[in-house]
């Protein structure tokens, strides 16, 4: 019996082999890492060019003023320039940050590029490479060092600067408060909505809010100043105040009785209490941790308390509209594709700004204003020291004791 294929098992075998080895090279993926011929090589981003830019517009060279002044600085870095020499200083000598020299010999980019690619990234909003023709660094590298930078912003400062407020804070807030005629008041609560650009589609329908849009709450606590003492994101945007309020960390805390202290004597309403207060609006829950305003004011007493609660209240969303416009990627959609890269650029950004908030707060009206005052109490009392007192002027507003510092509402 003759073979009907003769070749099938000679030269025929091979060719059909090599033809079926060919289409299965065809479809597993080309190398990609390492050199070889015919790959693009990197460009000459000439890194001395993009950080003698930085230094001539900013810092002066070679003895000559910087090309922009203080207001521009602060304008283009979101930071006074002693808060950015601060940040800077200590993040230079990191491993990561120093200059280096890679394999082929040649010098990488200086720390100042990158730490001004990534506050470019921060206080604007824009994408990743945007900064490429400025700072001469690519798209991949301004990722990673904004994540880096965000990264060391939280380890180094959260425990400092993302804190409830000391025995001194609090004081000084409880006092200027009472001056302002609420005594026993902490700060102001409110929540916000960060719209979640990226949000991954199975997440969708729990983080889209009432306006149709994808996003997570962001609850904070502030004072006058709008120095931020508390954040807490991650909620979906489904949730409204009451909601957050069950899973945020400062109910929890006022629960447990660890917050806030209770060796603080104030007279409200001809009533002496231990109970501090946050300013909050119709929003929250009727706890005795919240002044509300009344919805129908209809006597004079309740509609002076209303402007007094009021004028409180404000100040979260005053820190609102001032962290939108200095940090602009609060602002935009967010376009991390993870919640906890999300939370961590929002905390290393509230960190930035209670920095800067702690730097300039002397220079603020609210600031003039009370030392003008403890001047002109110190004065017609006879002393000369200024002392800070409460609403009344006789300094008893606030007093401190010895009471019991925990208990439960």
């Known amino acids: 019996m003759s073979c009907k294929w003769p070749s099938c098992l000679g030269l025929g075998t091979l060719s059909v082999r090599r033809a079926l080895l060919s289409v299965r090279a065809a479809r597993l993926r080309k190398r990609v890492e390492g050199s070889r011929p015919g790959r693009r090589p990197n460009r000459p981003r000439d890194f001395d060019l993009g950080a003698h830019a930085i230094l001539r517009n900013y810092f002066g060279v070679d003895g000559a003023p910087p090309f922009y002044g203080e207001d521009a600085f602060e304008e283009r870095f979101r930071l006074p320039r002693p808060v950015f020499n601060r940040l800077f200083r200590a993040v230079c000598n990191e491993p990561m940050w120093r200059r280096t020299v890679n394999a082929t010999g040649r010098l990488q980019a200086h720390a100042i590029q990158k730490v001004s690619a990534a506050l470019r990234v921060l206080g604007y909003g824009e994408p990743f490479d945007r900064a490429d023709e400025y700072c001469r660094l690519s798209r991949s590298t301004i990722d990673m060092y904004t ?114 202290p209770r060796i603080y004597n104030y007279t409200l309403n001809g009533r002496s209490r231990r109970l501090l207060f946050y300013a909050a609006d119709q929003g929250y829950p009727r706890y005795a941790i919240f002044a509300k305003p009344y919805s129908k004011p209809d006597t004079p007493r309740r509609k002076v308390y209303n402007r007094l609660q009021e004028a409180l209240r404000k100040n979260a969303e005053r820190l609102y509209a001032v962290w939108w416009s200095r940090w602009f990627i609060t602002k935009y959609p967010e376009r991390y594709m993870t919640l906890p890269g999300l939370i961590k650029t929002a905390k290393a950004v509230a960190i930035l700004h209670n920095v800067a908030v702690e730097h300039l707060r002397h220079g603020f009206i609210a600031s003039k204003r009370m030392a003008a005052a403890a001047a002109v109490r110190g004065a017609r009392s006879g002393r000369q020291d200024g002392d800070d007192q409460g609403a009344s002027g006789d300094g008893t507003a606030i007093v401190k004791d010895d009471g019991p510092t925990c208990g439960s509402v």
């Not at 425990?159 to 025995?167: E, G, I, Q, V």
């Not at 009472?178 to 960060?194: E, F, K, L, Q, Y």
């Open 147 to 260: 994540r880096r930078l965000t990264h060391f912003i939280i380890d180094k400062w959260e425990p400092t600067y993302l804190r409830c407020p000391n025995a001194e804070e609090l004081e000084h807030i409880l006092t200027r408060n009472a001056a302002r005629g609420m005594p026993g008041c902490m700060g102001s609560v409110d929540c916000t909505h960060w719209t979640w650009a990226k949000c991954p589609t199975a997440l969708a329908g729990q983080y889209k809010d009432r306006n149709g849009k994808i996003s997570v709450v962001i609850e904070t606590v502030c004072d006058e100043d709008l120095y931020i003492w508390h954040m807490f994101l991650g909620c979906p945007g489904a949730y409204n105040d009451k909601n957050v309020l069950a899973a945020s960390p400062l109910m929890l805390d006022v629960n447990d009785g660890t917050w806030p």
